[in-house]
């Protein structure tokens, strides 16, 4: 079975400080997907960044980051100089392939407040 | 390109009261997912369509719940009798099968269901 945990339930900074959230995944598939979704406090969901299980390279988008480590099962999300614009709640997701063709197994998220 | 569209935004009803929620999936995707996301829960897959047809509806919650892709432009997701426990948001998602984005799932702005 697949499953996404997030141990952090809130998180709060204040603006301008570093925040890393945190994402610890169960697969026995050794071909798999890993996402990161935003939820802005209008509710949408909005796809960041997807990563394939064979790249372990981490990414990096401006103020965002990503570090993917399979050793740990990990893929955490760092943002940089946070900004109040990047309150919202922030979901890890998994999909196998080959699996229900693209079915997204999300973690319960971590709610992010950043305080001016 | 327009994203996922998603009516109602919102709807009230009574239990005992038919529900009908709509999704037009992005132009050029071949896969439909219904999402639902609750407090308790989090976001739980219902069902999915690949080209049209559903192929894993193992998380609709009970025969209430009914869901059709008629063509490749539209989908319902209906719930009769509504009861209070179904009060949720509900996503819908599209994806696409080429390379580069696949199973990359881009989601609607979600409608809030409220089940009095």
């Known amino acids: 079975a697949q499953k996404v945990t997030q141990a952090q339930t809130e998180i709060s900074v204040v603006e301008k400080e570093d925040v890393t959230l945190d994402c610890v995944y169960e697969?026995?598939?050794?071909?798999?997907?890993l996402f990161w979704y935003k939820q802005p406090p209008s509710g949408e969901l909005v796809f960041l960044i997807r990563?394939?299980?064979?790249?372990?390279q981490n990414e990096i988008s401006g103020r965002y980051s990503w570090n993917f480590q399979k050793s740990t099962s990990s893929f955490n999300f760092t943002i940089t100089a946070s900004q109040v614009v990047d309150s919202a709640v922030y979901f890890c997701?998994?999909?196998?392939?080959?699996?229900?063709?693209?079915?997204?197994?999300f973690g319960k998220g971590t709610k992010l407040s950043v305080k001016p | 390109d327009a994203g996922v569209i998603q009516s109602p935004r919102h709807e009230v009803t009574e239990m005992g009261q038919e529900v009908t929620l709509r999704c037009k999936p992005i132009?050029?995707?071949?896969?439909l997912f219904w999402y639902r996301q609750t407090m308790m829960r989090g976001l739980e897959l219902l069902i999915y369509?690949?080209?049209?047809?559903?192929?894993?509806d193992s998380g609709m919650p009970e025969d209430r719940f009914s869901a059709k892709m008629p063509n490749a432009s539209f989908s319902t997701l209906k719930i009769q009798p509504s009861e209070p426990r179904d009060s949720a948001v509900y996503f819908c998602?599209?994806?696409?099968?080429?390379?580069?984005?696949?199973?990359?799932?881009?989601f609607g702005a979600g409608t809030r269901l409220s089940v009095l």
């Open positions: 369509f690949n080209n049209n047809v559903p192929i894993d």
């Open positions: 997701a998994l999909s196998v392939y080959g699996g229900s063709q693209g079915n997204l197994i």
């Open positions: 697969t026995r598939d050794t071909t798999y997907y």
């Open positions: 998602a599209s994806s696409s099968s080429s390379p580069d984005r696949v199973y990359i799932q881009y």
């Open positions: 132009s050029g995707h071949n896969s």
């Open positions: 990563r394939n299980s064979f790249d372990e």
